[in-house]
């Protein structure tokens, strides 16, 4: 049966293409969370544990002169840090570039783990307007059960960071003992 | 992006659907159906037609426990809801978050089970328009309805909202592209303002984009006031915005016949968070003087708002609500999730209809490593890498809710588990 399909692997970034080596390690900039149609549509779709999640939310969107600075190309991976917490993220060029030295990164896993929690009896934590720095790196952006797994911990023995990291992938379907979801569910009724 | 041709085959056609997804909640969308099932819909944004076309492979269909190794398991209904209801029962200060994307009739089984047992009621709104809330409590809530922004307004001024992104038939349904009966043709009889430091794609579409600097709105805004009231500004450059520009737009928003402020979560989210709106609402009250102006909170779920006008009903608050002395208590930063989670208080989290692994931050999630997480939801997502107990939900969360009430109340009343917190009449 054909059904309609929302599914996008990437998001659609400006086809830009960063000419220049790099010429600092660490970038100084201002982070800014929020949603974008991508990652809504992806979150609400479901569709939490697939690659399309993790490159819709886990992307760090910025101006292409930093990206120049960095000596970094479209979907290629930074380390972003913040008071709170480190994370990897893609980066990509922003689609509302120019904002020097402002980073964008949207709302899901990945943000959570370097935004602030700071409420000042407001509610509402800070999530936008965060102090943080990017940084070029070599290691990989996790799916999102890897990264649940890797910050927080919750049904892992292992307390290392890195060892969590590194440890199996959890993929993208659901993970659990018992019945398999494709018996549960028939993609062609 | 790949094309798609459009499905043509299907039996027949739901109409004038609406859409559970953002505050827009559309009202005319088509379902196609074939064979029972909905196999497209018709008229939905991007983010509509994902909710409806959902993951099929993700969906929750079984109830499931996590066994001592912590792998979740397939259980049935009885042994996940007592599991459930035991968490509850044994706790201190439990928290029931979520509810935003539930049904009223749910909301009320869950205040009945909160108010038995003491809880935290809390909703989105803590996360998102917790401020707007206080900020409506503090200065005043200028409203006006969608119907009056499509057929009067000629000045519609969008602030920290991206709402070709979050809500995005907001301009082409309700706001900026519609014709109205006095804008008869729509998108020219109208201006379009977006105040946002980044260039947006609302901005995009706008006549005019004000790029103030990131937390430079409290300022901004404070500036407009002042030129409204016919204050001279000292200073050449406010929050990034030379005061040339400041006077032309005050005069513009002056000169409006019927004005509109949409504002979203880049006003809360900041650090002035309600103060922002407060001077935001108090800018519409001071153009008043000279024109009809109107604001309007972006809200994103479809029933967030809903929650929150069903508890102001209910107990006199519209979110954070605490029953753990047997009676409603809401105080700013003292029962509001967040605040709760990094103090490290809950004991029990039950998660309904909502998604706290993909939307609040690391330092308040840390603590639901340490409690049990119970999580009522329709798809597997960042909470159920969290959570103890998973209970598929959907249309019948009000059947478990009660489920769960009785259950609580049945382990409650065995004499062996007797609350472990009574409510002391003295702590006042
Ligand atoms: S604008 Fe909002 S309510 Fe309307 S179709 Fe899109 S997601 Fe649904």
Known sequence: MHYANTYLE??????????????????????????????????????TLKEEYKNASGTCYMDPRDMAKLGVNNWD???????FGEVVVNCAVSRDAPHE?????????????????????????????????????????????????WVYK????????????????LGELPVYKGRKWEELIDHDL | MTYEPPVTDYDYIVENCTCAFCGCNCDDLDYLVKNGHVVAVRHACRLGASKIMEDMDQRLIVPMIRDENGELMEVDWDTALDKAAEYIANSVRPVFY?????????????????????????????????PSLQAVQNAGYPIQTLGEVQNRADVIAYSGSNAMNSHPRHMARYAVFCRGYFRQRGRFDRTVITMDPKFSDTAKCSDKWI????????????AIRAVLRGKELYQDVISGIPK??????????????????FFGLGLTHTLSKQRNIDIAIKMVQDLNRFSKWGLTPMRGHFNVNG????????????????????????????????????????????????????????GANQHLANIPVIQIDIHWGPSTELADVVLPGSFDDEWIVRELKERVMKLREEPNVAPKYVPNPNAL
């Open chain 2, 244 to 261: 040339e520009d400041i006077y032309e737009l005050a005069e513009e928003m002056k000169n409006a016949e019927f004005g509109v402020l």
């Open chain 1, 10 to 47: 990437k998001p659609v970034v400006p086809d830009v293409k960063i000419t220049g080596e790099g010429t600092t390690d660490v970038l100084k900039c201002m982070l800014n969370t929020g949603s974008d149609i991508y990652q809504g549509a992806c979150k609400k779709r479901g569709s």
């Open chain 1, 77 to 83: 991976t930074v380390l972003v840090k913040t008071d």
């Open chain 1, 154 to 169: 919750k049904y892992v023995d292992e307390t290392d960071d890195d060892t969590v990291e590194n440890m199996d992938s």
């Open chain 2, 307 to 362: 929650f929150n006008i069903f508890m102001a009903f209910e107990c006199g608050f519209a979110f954070g609500v605490d029953y753990c002395r047997g009676y409603p208590r809401y105080m700013l930063g003292e029962t509001n999730t967040i605040d709760l989670l990094t103090r490290k208080e809950p004991d029990c989290f039950m998660v309904i209809a909502a998604d706290p692994g993909a939307h609040f931050p690391n």
């Open chain 2, 98 to 130: 979520g509810w935003s994307e539930t049904s009223t009739e749910c909301m009320k089984e869950g205040v009945a089970l909160g108010e038995y047992i003491g809880a935290v009621l809390d909703n989105q709104a803590t996360i998102c328009h917790g």
């Open chain 2, 211 to 222: 790029g103030f600097e990131q937390n430079g709105d409290y300022g901004f805004y404070n």
């Open chain 1, 101 to 149: 030295g402002t980073v964008f990164i949207c709302k899901g896993p990945w943000a959570n783990t370097i935004v602030s929690h700071d409420t000042y009896c407001c509610s509402d934590p800070t999530y936008k307007g965060i102090r943080c720095t990017v940084e070029k790196t070599d290691r990989k952006v996790l799916l999102m059960a890897d990264l649940m797994r």
